[in-house]
């Protein structure tokens, strides 16, 4: 076997194409700084690409050489170089001087909304503006409607919360950052997401896997990075309204102000609100909680010549009234109150003299109140939260062989009651990590280590974790890139609010033991291959992650009908998920995507292994995207189809026991139309398009404090079809000239 896959590689690099690397860098003011978005051409092949955020750059180099490579970028002369069949496979630095004029340059080109970057040795996905436009996205937990990697579920029918599934794992296990800060943790988990505008977010990288040892230890199922607008280059003013059907309504205002050459400040702000009531099955609950909510964001950047650094406070208000209907003697109500605070800072120190050397340091303080009812339980916690990461970035000898080496500290007080038993904790977990990259013309390589010391908690003792972690990209070709990746990752969970869905039952919780750190090796292998079909554009990505727990905290339902039990188990609880997607522009104007997920997530019940509650095996996406050629007019539709998922066994009122249930398939559309014009845009909209409603979502709705009562198995939506409009102005900033 080994010959015959050594054999099939040496077959496709000699007939494949050859590609080069590259690095530009702008000459200014005496240093030397990476150029991102500069424009390298080979002029006879008339291929055309950009530098990423580091200024590196891929391009295909075509059989017919030499050719001349032409790089251009805004504010700096452009350079051309000239390459043979001895620069194939290749890499090369790039230098661009500054001038002292520039006229204005505007530059275009099409790009998927939707796209995977080919220079990261891990595979990260990125969506665009356009993505996040796609669909109203009025917060961040609707931002991944038109997405096939990241599931979004309500938590149950009567609080509205809603929580994101990636590799089939619960949201807690992703690690959610904004720009690389820590980033809906702790007390936000279960409604943080309802808190960020879409209006707000200028991208979002996915990431499977355990990720960089950069960016901490608890990257369990992936990484998601959020990106909000820049200072800089955001608009100068922008405002979105926003309503639909049920009454619900938001408006979001941003806008951005250059101070001066190195200062420049952004601010936000968003409220939505939705007081009419719902009750599209009669059962006496509302479909929808009444809600108000409000955030704010202030920030601020300033980049010098030798010391950048970006720092703003971020502060959100949330209510949410659920349960039954007012009126109703004695109702049951679901209410929960979010109060939070923060201030986030990064900072760097430049070395013009050492371009590949900095040192970034990044803080985070943050306060949050949270309170609920459920029925007659009350729950609630504060949680106070400081974090600090420092990074120094270097190189050993040549930018082929680069370094991070840092040090971090998180520390929490942490207060929860449900009812009168408190789970509270004071941690302090100070780490280090070391992270190597090497990168060849085909080959990178990226290995890293960091060790944690967590401070003794509960009646647990204080210990170190150390998380190993490697990842490698392939170049096969010019075409196609090969990446694989294993790690370890932990993380201590927060019992109540990670499951605080589970509240809206009748049902006792029984913890068995003390908290526990949950440990898991994760590992996948992914193929991501560009094409040209028919001369037009196409992409296919195929990827497979197993992720398999040493500790993980299972929930129990069906040991009894009337209990939930929480409780660690150790190497049994697995995930394997395996996810293919398509994408192609047959025509200028339209692109297809279509996408396949299978999901196998399994953990120990009554003594065998079997698929865990609420998830679907199966998954299909099928999303299509037209945009005019005048620019004026854009059209999508997204389709999603839900295999039945297992659900949790239940008691009816009669007495009846619900065992091996499963859900029905569940379609999900949605399609979106918007009309762009010079500084505004229209658009209408409709969410659950084919009407499908989970008709009895509650059991024992008509008597919530039945011990049977359980609101939980929700599966699908319990709204209808649901209508919206909204519009969007904007106030572009104007390009400047000396």
């Known amino acids: 076997m080994k010959y015959i896959l050594s054999g099939f590689f040496l077959f496709v690099i000699s007939f494949s194409h050859a590609q080069l690397q590259g690095i530009v860098f702008g000459i200014k003011n005496g240093g030397k700084i990476p150029l991102k978005q500069a424009k390298v051409i080979l002029r006879k092949a008339q291929i055309q690409v950009y530098t990423d955020e580091k200024g590196r750059f891929e391009i295909i180099l075509s059989k017919e050489l030499p050719d001349v490579l032409v790089v251009s970028a805004p504010g700096f002369e452009p350079d051309s170089v000239t390459v043979t069949k001895d620069d194939r496979f290749s890499g090369m630095e790039i230098d661009l001087f500054e001038i002292d004029e520039l006229d204005e340059v505007v530059v275009e080109f099409k790009q998927d909304s939707k796209t995977f970057s080919r220079l990261k040795p891990l595979q990260v996905e990125n969506l665009g503006e356009g993505e996040l436009k796609k669909a109203a996205c009025c917060n961040l937990s609707e931002s991944f409607e038109t997405n096939a990697t990241v599931d979004v579920n309500f938590t149950d029918a009567v609080s509205g919360a809603k929580k994101i599934q990636l590799l089939g794992l619960d949201g807690v296990y992703t690690q959610l950052q904004m720009e690389n800060i820590p980033f809906l943790t702790g007390l936000e988990s279960s409604f943080g997401l309802n808190s960020v505008p879409g209006t707000w977010v200028e991208s979002i990288q996915i990431t499977k896997g355990t990720g960089s040892v950069v960016n901490g230890y608890e990257s369990m199922a992936g990484l998601i990075n959020v990106e909000f607008r820049k200072p800089a280059t955001m608009q100068r003013f922008f405002v979105n309204g926003y309503g639909n059907t049920l009454g619900r309504a938001e408006l979001n205002v941003h806008g951005g102000q250059i101070i001066n050459d190195k200062w420049s400040t952004g601010t936000f702000a968003h409220v939505s609100t939705l007081q009419s009531e719902w009750d599209m099955n ?48 004695n109702r049951y109500q679901a209410e929960t109150t979010n109060q939070h605070a923060e201030f986030f800072a990064k900072t ?44 120094f970035d270097g190189i050993i000898g040549t930018t082929a062989h680069k370094y991070k080496v840092g040090l971090s500290a998180v520390g929490q007080d942490l207060q929860q009651h449900l009812d009168s038993v408190n789970f509270n904790r004071n941690v302090i977990t100070p780490g280090a990590f070391f992270e190597y990259t090497y990168t060849g013309t085909r080959l990178t390589l990226v290995a890293g280590m960091r ?66 750190q949950e440990e898991v090796w994760n590992s996948g292998i992914s193929v991501i291959r560009s094409m040209r079909w028919w001369n037009r554009a196409a992409s296919i990505s195929a990827d497979f992650y197993h992720a398999r727990f040493s500790r993980q905290l299972i929930i129990d339902r069906e040991q009894s009908t009337d209990s939930i039990f929480f409780g660690f188990q150790s190497n049994t609880s697995r995930s394997s998920t395996f996810q293919a997607e398509l994408s192609f522009m047959p025509w200028r104007t339209v692109t297809f995507r279509l996408a396949y997920k299978y999901l196998e997530v399994k953990a120990d019940y009554a003594g065998s292994l079997r698929q865990q509650v609420m998830i679907p095996q199966h998954r299909g996406l099928f999303n299509v995207a037209f945009a005019s050629r005048n620019k004026k007019w854009e059209i999508d539709g997204t389709v999603s189809v839900y295999s039945p998922m297992r659900l949790p066994d239940v008691t009816l009122p009669d007495g009846t026991r619900l065992t091996n249930e499963k859900s029905q398939v569940v379609p999900v559309g949605l399609a979106q139309v918007t009309r762009h014009f010079k500084r505004w845009d229209v658009y209408v909209g409709g969410e659950n398009l084919f009407n499908f409603k989970q008709k009895n979502p509650i059991i024992s709705a008509n008597n919530p404090y039945d011990p049977t009562f359980d609101a939980t198995r929700v599966w699908a939506s319990v709204m209808g079809t649901v209508v919206y409009a909204g519009f969007r102005y904007e106030i572009k900033r104007k390009t400047e000239k000396k």
């Not at 985070?364 to 600090?388: A, C, M, P, T, V």
């Not at 003794?456 to 210990?463: E, T, V």
């Open 282 to 329: 009669k059962d006496g609950f509302r479909d929808a909680p009444l809600s108000k909510s409000g955030s704010f964001m202030n920030r601020w950047e300033y980049n010098g010549k030798k010391f950048e650094s970006r720092f703003g406070v971020n502060a959100y208000y949330d209510q949410r009234q659920g349960g039954q209907l007012y009126g109703i003697a």
């Open 348 to 391: 760097g120190f430049l070395f013009p003299n050492k371009p590949y050397q900095s040192l970034g340091i990044v803080y985070q303080f943050k306060y949050h109140q949270s309170d609920g009812l459920y029925g007659l339980r009350n729950f609630g916690g504060r949680e106070l939260r400081g974090y600090i990461n420092a990074i």
């Open 451 to 516: 060790a944690d010391y967590q401070t003794a908690f509960s009646d647990q003792k204080a210990k170190f974790q150390f998380s190993p972690r490697v990842h490698a990209k392939c170049a096969l070709d010019e075409y196609t890139d090969v990446r694989v990746t294993t790690g370890k990752a932990w993380r201590l969970p927060t019992i109540i609010m990670d499951n605080s869905s589970l509240l809206a039952t009748s049902k006792t919780w029984v913890v068995n033991g003390s908290n526990q």
